[in-house]
């Protein structure tokens, strides 16, 4: 297992970034090694974002130096989508199946967490979102079926999509973890937007689906001084909660979102209007 760490970073710092140095602060460009578990962790709200790309056998979530405790979850939860080929999660002996698209909350305490493959030629991707936790919950599998659905947007707008809260209060308890996934439907390219802020909680989003050619334009940084990252498939994007978040794609695309902060509330957000973005 690997983990990398980012440190926050000040706005006033952010505003004079090259595309460089915001790819290197904000982007993480690689989640999903063959055989491995690759984390980073991020100083932002101490979330931990990653993947686990199990190929020939089971590979295991270890603990590090940079969480401080024996195992990984001792005082965090772990939020689990696959975004690959069917698999399983093990934990603490408990096999739970996940098919594409299906997500797992893993509780707080829990010792072992194991990940392995159905199919070594079409290997699970199990993407990874961790965050500090004062409670154990339930481990609970969250299909799309089991989900809370909401369908918003409009064709004229370009953001016909469908919101998949998984990780969310009206149907999975958490610390404070909330997560869920966002399909856009072809045709549609723009998410949230007009933008929002939501300086008690922090995200982070993983944008896949998409062909090797296209690409999300993913716009960040605080209102009158926006930035963008060009990001490709299966890449992240952590965004802090002084940052706007939104994506416009050269074709549809799906994201998972992860939030962690001060409160558990979807709609805690602090509209941006449009004539206010620079």
């Not at 809260?165 to 149907?171: A, F, G, L, R, S």
């Not at 909680?201 to 001084?225: A, L």
Request: negative net charge; aromatic residues 8%; proline residues 5%.
């Amino acid at each position: 297992m690997t983990i990398a760490i980012r440190q926050v970073c000040h706005p006033e710092a952010v505003r004079h970034f090259s595309a460089a140095e915001l790819r290197r602060h904000f982007l993480i460009e690689t989640l999903f090694v063959p055989g491995e578990v690759k984390l980073t962790y991020s100083h932002i709200d101490r979330l931990v974002v990653g993947g686990a790309t199990p190929t020939t056998g089971a590979i295991r979530l270890e603990s590090h130096r940079q969480i401080g405790s024996p195992n990984f979850l001792d005082r965090r939860e772990l939020g689990v989508v696959n975004l690959g080929g069917a698999g399983r999660v093990q934990t603490d002996g408990e096999s739970h199946h996940l098919d594409p698209r299906d997500a797992l909350y893993v509780a707080m305490g829990t010792r072992d967490v194991r990940f392995e493959s159905l199919d070594e030629s079409s290997p699970a991707k199990f993407y990874l979102v961790s965050t500090p936790a004062h409670a154990r919950f339930e481990t609970v599998k969250i299909g799309l079926d089991r989900a809370r659905r909401i369908d918003l947007g409009d064709a004229a707008n370009g953001n016909v999509r469908t919101i998949f809260q998984m990780i969310h209060p009206e149907v999975c308890r958490s610390a404070q973890l909330v997560l869920g996934m966002t399909q856009l439907k072809p045709g549609s390219m723009w998410n949230t937007m007009p933008a929002h802020v939501h300086d008690r909680r922090s995200e982070v989003y993983v944008y896949f689906d998409m062909q090797p050619d296209t690409r999300v334009f993913h716009f960040m940084g605080e209102p009158d001084e926006t930035k963008h990252l060009v990001v490709a498939n299966e890449q992240a994007i952590l965004s802090p909660g002084w940052s706007i978040h939104s994506g416009v794609g050269t074709s549809n695309y799906t994201f998972v979102w992860a939030m962690g902060g001060d409160n558990q509330d979807f709609t805690d957000m602090d509209m941006v209007p449009m004539d206010a973005l620079r």
